[in-house]
């Protein structure tokens, strides 16, 4: 009976010491779920905070984004206003340069051209020049000839002046001679006199 009691007792004993135990085990678990949970909710904050941060951060960000993605397009934009301008500057540029190109080209051509006849006209310049000279030495061998026949003529005209002289002298004789003579002066004393000049100056002698 003792011993029951006693094995009641130590088995009590134990119960209460686990009890015991259990209990300090409930109350440190209690005391750790406590600081748990206050450790959740200072975390629950903080993410609370960090979430609302967060969100401002991102709003910023993307405020922020869209700002430079509103300046990135309007640069992008005005780049582009920009370059189209400038590829049509270049080919209005491009376009000059080939008219240019090809006015060049005709300009040359028309330089060789004139070039071409200048020389042409130059050579002829130089023979039309040896015609000239060529002309002025026949004019002046021409006119040469001229003044030869010039005097030739002059000389032949003395000569003519002079048979007229003798022959009107001739005339003048004849009529102071007898009628037959009229018919000798009609048709040949003319043509004597003139194949022979010499013989109404025989005959002057004799007067």
Excluded: C
């Excluded at 949970?37 to 951060?57: A, G, Q």
């Excluded at 042409?120 to 130089?126: G, W």
């Amino acid at each position: 009976m003792d011993k029951t009691i006693n094995d009641l007792r130590m088995e009590l004993e134990k119960l209460q010491a686990e009890n015991a135990s259990e209990w300090g085990k409930r109350e440190r678990i209690e005391t750790e779920k406590l600081a748990l949970e206050r450790e959740n909710k200072k975390l629950r904050t903080n993410l609370l905070d960090l979430t609302e941060e967060l969100d401002k951060k991102q709003k910023e960000s993307i405020d922020a984004v869209d700002s430079d993605m509103k300046t990135l397009q309007e640069n992008i934009y005005d780049a582009t206003k920009e370059l189209n301008d400038l590829k049509h500057v270049n080919h209005k540029l491009k376009k000059q340069m080939q008219d240019k190109s090809t006015e060049l080209e005709h300009s040359k051509r028309r330089a060789e051209q004139y070039d071409m006849e200048v020389k042409r006209l130059r050579s002829r310049i130089e023979e039309l020049k040896r015609d000239l000279a060529s002309a002025e030495d026949e004019i002046d061998s021409q006119s040469n000839t001229i003044r030869k026949l010039q005097r030739t003529d002059d000389e032949l005209q003395e000569q003519v002046e002079g048979q007229k002289v003798q022959l009107d002298h001739l005339e003048t004789r004849l009529k102071r001679s007898s009628q037959p003579f009229d018919i000798f002066k009609k048709g040949g004393m003319k043509s004597l006199s003139l194949d022979n000049p010499n013989h109404d100056e025989s005959e002057d002698d004799e007067d």
